[in-house]
Structures are given as structure tokens and as C-alpha cells.
């Protein structure tokens, strides 16, 4: 049989070399290399769990071996510079660039077609500004903030160690040092390679509290004052209530990158995966959560402390707004995330259909809070997709104050994209636990290039708000941005994102039925 081809030829090949093997001396070199080839196919035919393997034994592995590499395959032979997923060739060669501070122009013109459905631009003025200098920075803290801080523009997104190697963490918060922006430290905890290289650290606690986590799984406030107490890098509490890979279902950790050292330093048993739980144990409904970020404001002796939400139900962030106009308190700052956030491991169903996505999320947050006047005591941070300046200006423009990129940090470590993140073996030694895979990531080598990304990235931004005739990126609106909807026809962001109004339509309805007490 044709399918049988491969194994047969083998067969002969070791029988031949079986009958002239007294006369060749050649023959059992030979043997060495065929004969494993026939007992490979002689177990294809009878193990039981693979079809493919069984029907076409031996040239079955070749579908494996394909597989295994198709990331790569589809990157190096088969997608174009603008068409990659994720994430694009060209959008990941400007990130290599800029880390390696070597030249980032373009050649030749652009090569994106201009007059394709989505295209977006920036107008440009007759009358273009210098770039402010110095790079000017945005504080974070509100009335009820002892202790403000003045935030970079381009921040560290949530990324957790356990997630992340060792290498990866110290080389990301060593940039963030050499660089002064901050490092969101993930809902992982504050490990010793986010304390390590000093840098300012956002700990972000989520719905398994590590770092201040009572035996029962719950908020333990002794081990949170500790944990603030013995990390003086700590600026700013992040309180997550859902990240957008995977909204309302509660952070993975696979087992195999559940190392001796992450579950000592979360508090988690090995050898099964960490499933946190997909809501907080410490409170419920929005008042819950305005108290308990005055709570943490407070035991952490004044630090800013927000928290991270993607958008889900419109009534949902109603009702914590209502909660904090019935407290008269609000937090230092909001993260927003989009329902296209990238993360180490999420359900499919969750990474592409839950949550709204990051534009239409900003708005309706940044467009709710101007409406009930809270909106000066609260700085917005967008988080997801950050790449080049005009991402940034995109989402100043959308409402908010600065932003935070956790792909483009990894990219600037050398991610390649391999899609890999979930398995344990990513072969930058980015997101990975295997010590041998990690020591190919030298964290010295890395550490400039984090600084080098954000400067040029935030260099870049500035100087798209000076071409537009603009002061600084305080003043990007949306009516500067276009954005093709055919061949022949565009709009202005603000045409597509009108001012959010909670008097008329569907969200006077969310509204009326928010309450502060209780979630939807």
C-alpha cells in the first residue's frame, strides 16, 4: 500500500543489509540508521491513540514535526510584513529596533494600503511644535493619596513572575529603573527578581491575594502591610478585578511552570495548575470595593491604589460609580483592558469573545466618569496592544492619561511571537520555568533594550503630538484621528466614539438599574 511506502522500503533495506552484511563492512552503519526507522513503524502500526500514526506509519510524525512549527513557519516563509497575527512583522521589527536603539526609519514609503477599510491617520498641522522637554510625566493620586506618583507615559503592564522567567522579570524591572517608568509586578506577587533591580513596582493583587494571602485562600492584611513594609519599590496598588484575555474567569498558571520557587512565593500547592478564582473573597459590590480601596490606601500608608477592569456590563461600572459618589471617594487611578489582551494562557471562548474591546471600553469609562464629574480626581491607564507611538496616541485620544504595554516589553526581551506562552517551552526563555530554555535570556543584555523601547516609543509619541501642532499628548483629541470605512470614505474618531451620555438610550436604562450595593 502507498501509505505503507516508507516502512516497507526500510524493511528491505534492513534485510538486504542482513544478507550482505558479512561482505560490507559499510552494512552496519547502515543498519544503525534504518533499523530504528522500522521499529518507529512496527510501534506506529500498533499503538492505539494516534490514527494518523497507525494509517501511515513512520511519515506520520512529519504532521507532528509541521505542526510543531508552523508559528514559525507561517512567520518566515508565509505572512507579509503587515499581515502577521497577533502581531505584525513590521510591528515587531520597529519594537527590535528601538530595543537595540539602531535605526527605525522605513524605506521606500509605506507599506500598508492606505485606502483599505481601517486604515487610520493623525492630522498634521501647518504649523507643527517642538517636542516638550522635558518628556513630561502624569501624576497619579487622587484627593485621599498621601503619597502621589508621577507616572512615565509607557509603563510595564501586568506580566507575573511564574508567567515570566526569572531572567525576563529582572531584565524588565532593571529597564524600568535605567528608564524611570514603573513595572506592574502581574497578580503573581512581588517576587525577589521584581524587588531585585529597584525599579518602581505596581503590585497588582488579584483574586488569589499572593503575596497576602491568608491559608483560607482570602486577604490577609498583616501579610499585605509586610509585603508594602519590605518592598520600598512598591508606588502603587493595582486591585484586579479582571484582566481582558480572560475576563470574569480568573488567572492560570499552568503546572508545569509551577516551580518550587513560585509556589513558595504564592502560597500555592505543586503539581496542579493555579486557577484563581474568577472574583474577590475580600469584598462584594461596588461599595465593597470602594471601601476596600480606601482600606488599602490606608494599611499601605497612603500609596495611590487603584484597579484594572475590562469593560463587561455597562451597568456593572455604573454601579461602582455610584458607589463612589455615595462614599464621596474614588480611586487613585483606573486600568482599562480590552477583550484582545494578551496573556500566558486563556480559554479560546474567552481570549476571542468576552469582553469589549479596548477602544470601546476606554471610552465608555473615560466618557461615564467626565459625565458624573469624577473624572479629574481619576487617572486613566490604557492597557493592551501598545506598540509604537501612535498606539499611544490612539488611546490618549480614546481618554487616557498614559499607558502600559506588556507584549511590546516582551518583544523588547526578544519574544519572536513562537506562541508558545502557555506550554512552558517558549524558546526565548521569556515565558518559561525551564532553567535550560531561561539561560539563553541574559538579563544584563536585556535590560537596555526595555529602557531603549520605552524611550523611543514615548519619543515617538511626542513627536507626532508636535507635527499635529500639538502641545503635549494632554491635547490629542479624537477629532484629529481618521479612520477609513471604505475605498472612498472616512471619519473622525469622535464620529465613531460621540460623547457617552447617561440620560437617553441604553445606558439611562443601565443607569436607572446600577446599584451600589450590588453588581448586576
Not at 67 to 84: C, H, K, L, V
Not at 338 to 348: H, I, K, S, W, Y
Amino acid at each position: 500500500m502507498p501509505r505503507l511506502i516508507f516502512l516497507s522500503l526500510s524493511f528491505l533495506v534492513v534485510s538486504s543489509i542482513g544478507l550482505l552484511g558479512r561482505t560490507l563492512p559499510e552494512a552496519f552503519v547502515l543498519l544503525v540508521f534504518v533499523s530504528p526507522i522500522v521499529l518507529v513503524g512496527i510501534w506506529d502500526m500498533l499503538q492505539t491513540k494516534h490514527a494518523i500514526r497507525r494509517n501511515f506509519p513512520v511519515v506520520g510524525h512529519f504532521r507532528y514535526m509541521f505542526e510543531a512549527i508552523r508559528p514559525e513557519m507561517q512567520q518566515y516563509f508565509i505572512e507579509s510584513d503587515t499581515n502577521g497575527t497577533p502581531f505584525s512583522r513590521e510591528q515587531r521589527s520597529v519594537v527590535y529596533q528601538r530595543a537595540k536603539d539602531v535605526r527605525d526609519t522605513v524605506p521606500f514609503g509605506t507599506r500598508h494600503d492606505v485606502y483599505a477599510v481601517g486604515y487610520q491617520w493623525i492630522d498634521h498641522s501647518l504649523a507643527p511644535q517642538h517636542a516638550p522637554d522635558p518628556v513630561p510625566r502624569v501624576r497619579i493620586g487622587g484627593p485621599d493619596c498621601a503619597h502621589p506618583y508621577d507616572a512615565a507615559l509607557l509603563n510595564i503592564s501586568a506580566m507575573s513572575y511564574g508567567s515570566l522567567s526569572r531572567a525576563a522579570v529582572r531584565a524588565l524591572n532593571g529597564g524600568a529603573r535605567d528608564g524611570g517608568f514603573f513595572h506592574n509586578t502581574g497578580e503573581g506577587g512581588v517576587s525577589p527578581y521584581h524587588a531585585e533591580p529597584g525599579g518602581d513596582l505596581c503590585w497588582q493583587i488579584g483574586t488569589g491575594y499572593f503575596g497576602c494571602r491568608a491559608t483560607d485562600g482570602g486577604f490577609d492584611a498583616a501579610r499585605f502591610v509586610e509585603t508594602v513594609r519590605n518592598n520600598p519599590s512598591i508606588k502603587l496598588i493595582e486591585i484586579k478585578l479582571s484582566q481582558g484575555a480572560k475576563p470574569g474567569h480568573g488567572g492560570i498558571l499552568p503546572a508545569s511552570k509551577v516551580t518550587e520557587e513560585v509556589s513558595r512565593i504564592r502560597g500555592v500547592p505543586m503539581g496542579a495548575d493555579v486557577l484563581s478564582p474568577p472574583s474577590h473573597k475580600a469584598f462584594s459590590g461596588p461599595d465593597g470595593l470602594v471601601g476596600f480601596v480606601a482600606r488599602l490606601r490606608e494599611l499601605s500608608g497612603g500609596l495611590p491604589v487603584g484597579f484594572k477592569l475590562c469593560v463587561g456590563k455597562p451597568q456593572d461600572f455604573l454601579a461602582i460609580c455610584k458607589a463612589m459618589e455615595k462614599a464621596d471617594a474614588t480611586p487613585d487611578f483606573i486600568t482599562v483592558d480590552g477583550g484582545e489582551g494578551g496573556t500566558g494562557a486563556a480559554p479560546l471562548e474567552f481570549s476571542n469573545a468576552m469582553g469589549a474591546p479596548l477602544f470601546d471600553g476606554l471610552h465608555f469609562v473615560h466618557g461615564a466618569l467626565t459625565c458624573l464629574g469624577l473624572r479629574q480626581r481619576i487617572t486613566l491607564i490604557a492597557s493592551g496592544g501598545v506598540i509604537d507611538g501612535f498606539d499611544m496616541a490612539v488611546r490618549m485620544a480614546l481618554g487616557a492619561d498614559l499607558c502600559s504595554s506588556a507584549r511590546g516589553m516582551m518583544f523588547a526581551l526578544g519574544c519572536i511571537q513562537a506562541l508558545r506562552c502557555n506550554s512552558n517551552d517558549c524558546p526565548t526563555g521569556v515565558a518559561t520555568q525551564d532553567e535550560m530554555l531561561e539561560r539563553g535570556l541574559i538579563s544584563t543584555e536585556k535590560r537596555p533594550r526595555v529602557a531603549h523601547f520605552q524611550e523611543g516609543t514615548v519619543h515617538a509619541l511626542l513627536e507626532l503630538c508636535a507635527a499635529a501642532g500639538l502641545s503635549g499628548p494632554h491635547e490629542l483629541a479624537l477629532h484629529l484621528i481618521h479612520r477609513r470605512i471604505s475605498p472612498t470614505q472616512t471619519v473622525t474618531l469622535d464620529e465613531i466614539y460621540p460623547p457617552i451620555r447617561l440620560d437617553r438610550g441604553p445606558l439611562e436604562r443601565a443607569w436607572d438599574r446600577a446599584r451600589a450595593d450590588a453588581f448586576a
